[in-house]
């Protein structure tokens, strides 16, 4: 056979195993030294020793030069899709006023909100574009986007639009989540079970057009109650979509348990989680979606206990949370080293995380994050010495080069 693509001499072939990897088993990652890797048909064609590789015939030969290769990032929470941005709110971040109490004064998400909806979709899209691309070349091939800009019927269903065109026009695999109740719009203040309604009224379009696959709430002090959030979760459900909760971020309301309870795809952020919610999340087969970029970008001190969920036996992935607020960054790997630092991951589970598992926290885990005779040829070569050096060296971009189903999307 002639193969489309040959790389050969990788130093370090990342090979995470089935998933979801759920506490110690996270600790696992398979790592085949002097590896090479075929591609044909933009599916893994064949994975072994480097020696083995000397007699293959290929079209095209790439010398990893003992470098190393994994599946490509998988990025399972971003806020892809919005109009504007938020510089000027760092004058009263600095001066300490809290995020929540910025969304009252009716900026943050809401100020996002206003500039999402005077942008044309035309306008979204070169805007979304472009993020897609810098996260595409920082070695992501894979990601979630949300909605949660519009907070009424047309802005919202033209985000989701937005989504469904960057699928079908672009690179990489998009999976696409209604985040209607992200906040409470102006014109619903004081009404929030009203907006509710709307927000679920609004579901049948979203699944008869096929707009997304998940519905996620925002369940916060001053947002939605957890009493709200199973009711618009309940919604989703009846009507077959997943169900995704922005969860416990700031104050500990019991977000992660109605997860569980509700049997969520991913419960996210989690940061004031409780024991109990912790110990809930262990026995089920709820993904934990941990966010540390926005953590350190809201210029807290107190991170995700990512050390208690492992230990006790959850799964743990992570993501961006890319957004124009609360974490500014479509760089995966600046995640990773965060992970490293302030979770204490070791670097076999920040792998985990950022591709088998994250792939399973997206509805994607047969199809995404992990790198198997077969299965698509989404790649990264990345220029370092192991793979523990990722998280090691932050704030720069080491993707070397980036295949998706065995084409180059960045180099
Ligand atoms: O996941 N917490 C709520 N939503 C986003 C932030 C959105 C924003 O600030 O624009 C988040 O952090
Ligand atoms: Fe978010």
Same mark, same amino acid.
């Given at each position: 056979?002639?193969?489309?693509?040959?790389?050969?001499?990788?130093?370090?072939?990342?090979?995470?195993?089935?998933?979801?990897?759920?506490?110690?088993?996270?600790?696992?990652?398979?790592?085949?030294?002097?590896?090479?890797?075929?591609?044909?048909?933009?599916?893994?064609?064949?994975?072994?020793?480097?020696?083995?590789?000397?007699?293959?015939?290929?079209?095209?030969?790439?010398?990893?030069?003992?470098?190393?290769?994994?599946?490509?990032?998988?990025?399972?929470?971003?806020?892809?899709?919005?109009?504007?941005?938020?510089?000027?709110?760092?004058?009263?971040?600095?001066?300490?006023?809290?995020?929540?109490?910025?969304?009252?004064?009716?900026?943050?998400?809401?100020?996002?909100?206003?500039?999402?909806?005077?942008?044309?979709?035309?306008?979204?899209?070169?805007?979304?574009?472009?993020?897609?691309?810098?996260?595409?070349?920082?070695?992501?091939?894979?990601?979630?986007?949300?909605?949660?800009?519009?907070?009424?019927?047309?802005?919202?269903? =033209?985000?989701?639009?937005?989504?469904?065109?960057?699928?079908?026009?672009?690179?990489?695999?998009?999976?696409?989540?209604?985040?209607?109740?992200?906040?409470?719009?102006?014109?619903? =203040?004081?009404?929030?079970?009203?907006?509710?309604?709307?927000?679920?009224?609004?579901?049948?379009?979203?699944?008869?057009?096929?707009?997304?696959?998940?519905?996620?709430?925002?369940?916060?002090?001053?947002?939605?109650?957890?009493?709200?959030?199973?009711?618009?979760?309940?919604?989703?459900?009846?009507?077959?979509?997943?169900?995704?909760?922005?969860?416990?971020?700031?104050?500990?309301?019991?977000?992660?348990?109605?997860?569980?309870?509700?049997?969520?795809?991913?419960?996210?952020?989690?940061?004031?989680?409780?024991?109990?919610?912790?110990?809930?999340?262990?026995?089920?087969?709820?993904?934990?979606?941990?966010?540390?970029?926005?953590?350190?970008?809201?210029?807290?001190?107190?991170?995700? =206990?990512?050390?208690?969920?492992?230990?006790?036996?959850?799964?743990?992935?992570?993501?961006?949370?890319?957004?124009?607020?609360?974490?500014?960054?479509?760089?995966?790997?600046?995640?990773?080293?965060?992970?490293?630092?302030?979770?204490?991951?070791?670097?076999?589970?920040?792998?985990?995380?950022?591709?088998? /598992?994250?792939?399973?926290?997206?509805? =994607?885990?047969?199809?995404?994050?992990?790198?198997?005779?077969?299965?698509?040829?989404?790649?990264?070569?990345?220029?370092?010495?192991?793979?523990?050096?990722?998280?090691?060296?932050?704030?720069?971009?080491?993707? /070397?080069?980036?295949?998706?189903?065995?084409?180059?999307?960045?180099?």
């Amino acid at each position: 056979m002639i193969y489309d693509t040959l790389i050969n001499r990788i130093g370090q072939l990342l090979l995470p195993a089935e998933g979801p990897l759920k506490g110690e088993d996270m600790k696992q990652l398979v790592v085949l030294e002097d590896a090479a890797i075929a591609i044909k048909d933009g599916k893994v064609a064949w994975i072994g020793q480097n020696e083995k590789a000397a007699q293959m015939e290929a079209r095209q030969v790439i010398d990893a030069m003992g470098r190393v290769v994994s599946p490509g990032l998988v990025d399972p929470h971003t806020h892809l899709v919005f109009g504007g941005s938020r510089e000027g709110e760092l004058a009263m971040k600095q001066a300490g006023v809290p995020y929540l109490e910025i969304l009252k004064q009716g900026g943050g998400i809401l100020s996002t909100v206003k500039a999402t909806r005077a942008t044309s979709e035309e306008g979204l899209l070169e805007k979304a574009k472009f993020f897609l691309n810098r996260m595409a070349s920082h070695g992501v091939t894979t990601l979630e986007a949300k909605s949660g800009y519009g907070l009424d019927r047309e802005t919202e269903l =033209k985000q989701l639009r937005v989504v469904s065109r960057l699928k079908e026009e672009g690179a990489l695999d998009i999976v696409s989540t209604f985040l209607g109740p992200h906040a409470i719009p102006p014109e619903y =203040k004081d009404r929030p079970d009203e907006f509710l309604s709307e927000m679920i009224g609004m579901l049948d379009d979203v699944v008869r057009d096929d707009l997304a696959s998940c519905g996620d709430i925002f369940c916060e002090t001053g947002v939605f109650t957890v009493e709200q959030s199973r009711r618009f979760m309940k919604a989703c459900l009846e009507l077959g979509l997943g169900v995704k909760i922005h969860a416990d971020e700031i104050d500990s309301l019991g977000g992660t348990e109605l997860a569980v309870e509700m049997g969520a795809i991913s419960a996210d952020h989690l940061v004031a989680a409780s024991e109990e919610g912790i110990q809930a999340l262990a026995d089920s087969s709820t993904i934990a979606v941990l966010l540390p970029g926005t953590t350190f970008y809201l210029g807290k001190d107190e991170y995700a =206990k990512a050390r208690a969920m492992i230990d006790s036996g959850a799964a743990v992935s992570l993501a961006t949370d890319f957004n124009p607020g609360s974490c500014v960054t479509e760089n995966l790997q600046m995640i990773m080293s965060l992970a490293g630092l302030k979770l204490k991951m070791t670097p076999e589970e920040i792998w985990n995380a950022v591709t088998v /598992n994250a792939a399973w926290a997206i509805g =994607k885990g047969e199809d995404a994050g992990r790198l198997e005779v077969g299965k698509d040829a989404d790649l990264v070569l990345w220029d370092v010495p192991n793979y523990s050096y990722i998280p090691y060296h932050y704030g720069v971009n080491h993707a /070397n080069l980036v295949m998706k189903r065995g084409e180059k999307i960045w180099e």
